[in-house]
């Protein structure tokens, strides 16, 4: 949840500067990026993406088990491995043949 609220804060960094209003406030439809930055712009908040993204650290066994423990309520298996793969990165790990 941090997280989330981190890459939002440095999204908002981003877009300020372009806030139509002179206190840098955004509300809804608030922007005006001329067109010449908006590459830049977007590389910036990818780039804010990306760094979230690699900043995730795995997840504890407690936070896996209570998370298991909630979706065991959901009527199916394939709505709790959606629900986990929403809320977790999941990488396969194949073992040596």
Known sequence: MSTERNVSERILDVL???ASNWS???RRGDLVIPQREVGRVVE???DSLRDA???RAEASELEIFQFLAETRKLPSVQDQAARLR???LVIERKSPA
């Open 53 to 55: 993204l690699d900043a």
């Open 44 to 46: 910036e908040i990818v």
């Open 86 to 88: 929403r809320r977790f």
């Open 24 to 26: 840098g406030s955004l």
């Open 16 to 18: 300020r500067p372009y």
